[in-house]
């Protein structure tokens, strides 16, 4: 296995700190990006520089925190192999109560966050020929599930933006994958935005209660489910990552609470279509990493 030269996103819980972790047992180096690593987060960054991090203090709704984090990850490592494109926050409550203040700072951190992170590694990838780009969806990037509505379109955006860097940079041989998690137990789930107006609750009734009720019944079923175990999601990174280039899978699905089962062949058939309008348009060369 060749060790990489690896950036993440959101390395202060969740998937990011255990990807972090998974990879430096692997061997490889890491740059651990975060915000406020000297404040709230100093306590997890301090643990994993201690355990062979480089970290990087980088707020991804910031251009300039991102251009100045990414050439110092570049600088301590040496170059940027891979990008992981982690850092995120979830959502609950109906769509209709988020305001448009609400649906930009989602988009900030989910969407706009991911176009900043690549703009700022790309130029650099490009010049060495080869890069991978691995961007963090989630099942609700692929279905509508009700009272997540927000976080489902940016998700959906997210995997958009993927699968057009996939095809405009395999020329490149730079590779865009995508994972995509069920729901599993992290600190993602403590920390969802809820609607800023509550103005219309009233309107709805009972069923304004709905979505703290199934979230509540979500969180049961995880605790029913000890194969829901978020290091799960890092070792699908730490397989794409470890994979060959040209071998790896646009997305990877990661899920043992039954929704996976669905989306795998969904996933499969969307393949199959973008493969064949590509090719109908000549364009199928384009689906093709370039790897030296």
């Known amino acids: 296995m060749m060790n990489k030269k690896i950036l993440i996103t959101g390395a ?31 306590k997890v960054a301090d643990e994993l520089r201690d355990a062979g991090a480089i970290i990087v203090d980088i ?34 409550g109906m769509q209709e109560h988020f305001t448009d203040e609400d649906f930009f700072r989602l988009f900030d951190i989910n969407v706009f966050g991911v176009q900043r992170m690549n703009r700022a590694v790309l130029p650099h990838m490009r010049g060495n020929g080869l890069g991978l780009l691995i961007h963090v969806s989630s099942l609700l990037g692929r279905i509508a599930l009700p009272f997540y509505g927000p976080y489902n379109a940016s998700k959906w955006a997210v995997e958009a933006l993927a699968e057009n860097y996939r095809i405009e940079l395999s020329g490149f041989g730079i590779d865009s994958c995508i994972v995509e998690p069920g729901g599993y137990p992290t600190t993602f789930m403590e920390n969802l935005m809820t609607p800023s107006d509550h103005s219309r609750d009233e309107s709805y009734g009972d069923y304004v209660h709905a979505p703290k009720q199934m979230f509540d019944g979500f969180e049961g079923a995880l605790a029913s489910n000890p194969a829901q175990d978020p290091q799960n999601v890092a070792d699908a990174i730490a397989l794409l990552i470890n994979t060959p280039a040209g071998e790896r899978p646009v997305r990877t699905v990661v899920d043992s609470m039954g929704m996976g089962t669905h989306i795998d062949p969904y996933n499969k058939q969307l393949d199959q279509i973008t493969s064949g309008i590509l090719n109908a348009f000549g364009m199928g060369d384009m689906l093709k990493l370039k790897v030296k």
């Open 12 to 42: 202060n819980g969740g998937f990011g700190k255990l990807t972090v972790q998974t990879l430096l047992q692997q061997g490889h180096q890491v740059a651990a990006s975060m915000r406020n690593v000297n404040g709230k987060n100093k």
């Open 59 to 92: 707020d991804v709704t910031s251009k300039d925190s991102v251009n100045k984090g990414v050439a110092e990850a570049i600088e301590l490592l040496g170059g940027i192999d891979v990008l992981v494109n982690n850092a995120g926050v979830g959502v609950l």
